[in-house]
């Protein structure tokens, strides 16, 4: 079946632009999580929904990232205002439940911002 | 992502050669590890994992092991492929927590 899918694959913002990013988990994946990867790094915890709730928003490095899932399905990070350290790929997974299910990872979104 | 394997420590293997990658965890709380294998511009891959009331754990072809006592993971991937070229990150979590914690990460080469 399709995996975690995310949209749109590269975006380049300028500096004080409001971008949003989509992700599509695996059909009736109740977690969803939001990770951001550096260039070089492991990928960073940024926030955790179990179906439409968000349960986690501790990793969002500021005020200007903001994320929902208002249907349990679909997911959108937005960040407001860009800045160049918010330049990173935007990783996206989904698991079966929470906790320890096995979290399957999206392709990522490339943010450049110039 | 891509160009994730960019300032990452690299290991070069012998085609058909064993390779280990090695990772120290951080936090001595943790009790369940899984390895992850990312190629470029694409997600991680789970590979394996283990909890902390093991010291061993078999796959096809890998092998975790772990070390509470030094806080040590080791993936050891046998008769190493052209295709498992790739970034390798260790994660570690606790038992009541779905919060991934990623290692640095280590570039696996393998040349024919």
């Known amino acids: 079946g399709a995996g975690v899918s995310q949209s749109p694959r590269y975006k380049v913002a300028k500096r004080g632009q409001d971008v949003a990013l989509r992700c599509d988990p695996i059909?009736?994946?109740?977690?969803l999580f939001w990770y951001q990867q550096a260039l070089g790094q492991g990928p960073e915890f940024l926030t955790y929904f179990q179906n439409e709730a968000q349960l986690d928003k501790s990793g969002l490095p500021s005020d200007r990232f903001f994320a929902e899932r208002p249907e349990g399905s679909v997911s959108t990070l937005k960040i407001q205002r860009t800045q160049q350290e918010d330049s990173a790929v935007y990783l996206c997974a989904s698991s079966l439940g929470g906790d320890l299910y096995e979290q399957y990872f999206g392709p990522g979104t490339r943010l450049t911002v110039t | 992502g891509e160009n994730v394997g960019l300032h990452l420590p690299t290991l070069s293997v012998q085609e058909g050669d064993n390779s280990i990658i090695n990772c120290a965890y951080s936090?001595?709380?943790?009790?369940?590890f899984i390895w992850y294998k990312q190629e470029s511009g694409k997600g991680p891959q789970f590979i394996i994992d283990?909890?902390?009331?093991?010291d061993k754990r078999q796959g096809q072809r890998v092998t975790v092991l772990l070390n509470k006592t030094v806080k040590h993971l080791s993936l050891q991937i046998a008769a190493t492929q052209p295709g498992d070229s790739a970034v390798y990150f260790c994660?570690?979590?606790?038992?009541?927590?779905?919060?991934?914690?990623f290692g640095s990460g280590t570039r696996l080469l393998v040349r024919p």
């Open positions: 994660a570690e979590t606790m038992d009541s927590s779905y919060k991934l914690i």
């Open positions: 283990i909890r902390s009331n093991m």
């Open positions: 936090n001595s709380a943790s009790d369940y």
């Open positions: 059909s009736g994946h109740v977690s």
